[in-house]
């Protein structure tokens, strides 16, 4: 239906459980998505990233929450 293939998987609002993450490396996702807030770092599992939670804010505050994380 999409005429392409789907790698990524990102788990509704996060939630995960182990027998997940091995149901969907059994799928063929190459990476899942999960609602641990912190950043992508060099030690990330392909099938545990992280992600972060970004509300409605206005130009200039995800700006500051953008450079925080990335200087963390």
Excluded: M
């Excluded at 998505?33 to 804010?57: E, H, K, M």
């Amino acid at each position: 239906l999409l005429a392409g293939r789907v790698d990524i998987f990102s788990c509704p609002h996060g939630s995960y459980a182990d027998e997940t993450v091995e149901l969907l490396r059994d799928a063929g996702f190459l990476h899942v998505c999960t609602s641990r807030n912190r950043n992508v770092g060099w030690d990330n599992q392909n099938y545990l990233l992280p992600r972060r939670y970004i509300p409605n804010w206005d130009g200039e505050q995800f700006e500051k929450r953008v450079r925080n994380w990335l200087e963390g």
